[in-house]
């Protein structure tokens, strides 16, 4: 087992990506965030479902994904951007975590919002760990692109 592990939430596929490529070159762990009750399929409805749950301050029970992270040193965090934030089941594991002495690492993928305050919201629940600057992806995730994120925030040489 690594001490790093990737934990992300994906509707789409698109952060699902971001996260096998981090977990290609960082040879970390992996752990995906599931939901109990799944999002709607449909972009639209999926949507208004998400809004509300993100106005409510509503996190969903994980069906998958809330396992201890006591073993691991370094956990990157991705979720998609919905409304400028992390996805409700991102926002459930990060609040029940105790991040004490952590490196946190955000990443993101998006339609053209960037990380919206997705990296503040994690450095405000992740107050107590060490957080590392993160990465945006809008569309396909290039390998050399997460290579040249990961050199310049120490975890590939």
């Known amino acids: ?25 960082t ?7 599931i939901p109990e009750k799944a999002y709607s399929f449909d972009y639209n409805t999926a ?4 809004r509300n749950e993100i106005m409510h301050g509503f996190c969903p029970k ?26 409700p089941p991102v926002m459930s594991f990060l609040r029940k975590n105790d ?3 952590k490196t946190i690492i955000p990443f993101c993928t998006h ?8 990296e503040n919201d994690i450095a405000k629940k992740c107050s107590t760990a ?6 945006a992806v809008n569309g396909r995730v290039s390998p050399e692109q997460v290579t040249e994120w990961l050199k310049k925030i120490g975890y590939k040489f």
């Open 1 to 25: 087992m690594s001490n790093i592990l990737i934990v992300y939430f994906s509707q789409f596929k698109n952060t699902k990506n971001l996260a096998f490529e981090i977990i290609k070159q």
């Open 27 to 33: 040879g970390g762990d992996q752990r995906e965030l």
């Open 47 to 50: 949507s208004k479902e998400v």
């Open 62 to 87: 994980l069906e998958s994904g809330d396992e201890p992270i006591d073993e691991y040193d370094t956990i990157f965090i991705g979720s998609p951007n919905w409304f400028k934030t992390v996805a």
């Open 99 to 101: 991040f004490s002495g």
């Open 111 to 118: 339609g053209g919002g960037g990380f919206g305050q997705i």
């Open 130 to 135: 060490r957080i590392l600057p993160g990465i």
